[in-house]
């Protein structure tokens, strides 16, 4: 059993501030961990992954994530908030075989304020 | 990768018709998932399609409301039938690659509202 859980439905920063999305997790199994992001009128995107191996991983448009399996955490991060990162962001699980489907959470929705 | 495609992106129904939703891939994929996005809400996975298989629905998502069908590795669509308000959502097509590590892949989605 997995499951994924996103602290803070929304999050509002200023532009150029730090960017942190909270993600926690629970998988039965060694998990594989994702963020996505749709922006409006879109399909999602992968953003980053961890799969195995450094547990500090780096995305596109300046985004990083940390895995901590002793705080079963895979918090989103980004120094300084751009206008253009405002958007809805999912983290999702899904176990470590060819045939795990993923687990989505319930998303964060990003506000940058000018 | 995988790019993904889906027609119609939008449409407006109405109550008790049907709609069915194509979803084109430009590489042969094994496993096809449908999920459904309310406004503001995650996304639910109605089914997993799978070429040459009858599709895998989650609870709570049956194959007369939501017949599926996957004729090929590159093509599925998903029917909605009998329409109702509560139907009204986002309905959004996935798939994976080969040793992709479960990295998910989406089409842009198809925005459907019945009046």
């Known amino acids: 059993a997995q499951s994924v859980t996103q602290l803070g439905s929304h999050v509002s920063v200023s532009e150029g501030a730090l960017v942190l999305l909270r993600c926690n997790y629970s998988?039965?199994?060694?998990?594989?961990l994702f963020w996505y992001v749709q922006y409006p009128n879109q399909g999602l995107q992968l953003l980053l992954k961890?799969?195995?191996?450094?547990?500090l991983v780096k995305g596109i448009n300046g985004f990083e994530a940390e895995f901590k399996k002793s705080e079963t955490s895979f918090h989103l991060t980004k120094p300084s908030a751009h206008m253009s990162d405002a958007a809805e962001y999912f983290c999702?699980?899904?176990?470590?075989?060819?045939?795990?489907?993923?687990?989505f959470g319930d998303g964060t929705t990003l506000t940058v304020k000018p | 990768s995988a790019v993904i495609s889906q027609k119609p992106s939008r449409d407006i129904c109405q109550r008790g018709t049907s709609l069915t939703i194509q979803c084109q891939v430009d590489?042969?994929?094994?496993?096809m998932f449908w999920y459904r996005q309310q406004p503001g809400q995650s996304l639910t996975l109605i089914a997993t399609?799978?070429?040459?298989?009858?599709?895998?629905?989650e609870s709570g998502f049956v194959i007369d409301k939501f017949p599926i069908s996957r004729p090929n590795l590159t093509f599925s669509t998903l029917t909605v039938s009998n329409m109702s308000p509560e139907d009204s959502s986002i309905y959004l097509c996935?798939?994976?690659?080969?040793?992709?590590?479960?990295?998910?892949?989406f089409g842009p989605g198809t925005r459907l509202t019945v009046l």
């Open positions: 399609a799978n070429q040459g298989s009858e599709a895998t629905y």
């Open positions: 961890y799969t195995t191996g450094a547990t």
């Open positions: 590489s042969q994929v094994t496993m």
């Open positions: 998988s039965s199994v060694p998990p594989y």
């Open positions: 996935s798939t994976k690659t080969r040793g992709s590590y479960n990295e998910q892949f």
């Open positions: 999702a699980v899904s176990g470590a075989t060819n045939a795990g489907k993923s687990t």
